[in-house]
């Protein structure tokens, strides 16, 4: 079951906001990550990308980064990752450097202050749906030209049930003002695969894998040889 996108803005998207409300959304955040999928969707990703062989350090810029939180729980596993966190948010990339969680670079995905394949891996987790078609499609072709080993997009599956599903927990559970508001749109605004598809299609992308994960995400992997 499938409902319309939306591109109504969330808080998080008011880069202007460095209060309290950050550092709670900040705190749910990671525990959506560690037990609705992120964690595990984003380590799906690097297996796949890396062949299960990680003997080099792997620098990865992680785009829209927040806490860069996925990370901190897959260090045992990943041990040689070597993590660049990019927010516009002034507040996050403060959280970063105190949580010692990346190194914070302050900048804009859609015109990433990188050179050229200098970076292994961009990684983005629960990010491109900030963003309409046209934009998206700026962020992975800049991702690309940075990437040496390719990209790794963890995301949302739109459906009616995650909607339910998603209300559902922040009643339960959610005590921050901006996961209440910001989380149903976050599904509002996610994807069905034919949209991914198209939109790959339209970047030339031929060669990516893309997979269904827990719960109501999406894994798109992109390699270098995309085309």
Not at 201 to 221: D, H
């Amino acid at each position: 079951m499938f409902i319309k996108r939306s591109y109504e803005k969330e808080i998080m998207d008011d880069f202007s906001i460095t209060d309290s409300r950050i550092d709670s959304a900040l705190n749910e955040l990671k525990l959506v990550n560690r037990f609705l999928g992120g964690v595990s969707t984003s380590k799906t990703g690097f297996d796949i990308l890396f062949n299960n062989s990680y003997y080099e350090t792997i620098t990865v810029l992680d785009i829209g980064s927040g806490s860069s939180d996925i990370f901190q729980s897959l260090i045992n596993k990943l041990p040689n990752l070597k993590i660049f966190s990019l927010d516009r948010n002034k507040k996050i990339c403060k959280v970063i450097k105190n949580e010692n969680t990346g190194y914070p670079i302050f900048g804009d995905a859609i015109a990433l202050p990188v050179k050229e394949e200098s970076i292994s891996v961009v990684h983005a987790s629960l990010f491109l749906h900030h963003f309409k078609k046209d934009e998206i499609k700026k962020i992975i072709k800049s991702s690309l030209a940075i990437a040496e080993k390719g990209m790794i997009i963890n995301d949302l599956r739109r459906s009616v049930w995650a909607l339910i599903g998603i209300k559902t927990l922040i009643y339960l559970f959610s005590k921050s003002v901006m996961v209440k508001n910001d989380a149903p749109l976050s599904v509002k605004r996610g994807f069905i695969k034919s949209e991914l598809i198209n939109l790959l299609e339209e970047l030339k992308i031929t060669n990516y894998k893309i997979k269904r994960k827990w719960a109501f995400r999406w894994l798109i992997v992109i390699p270098r040889n995309y085309l």
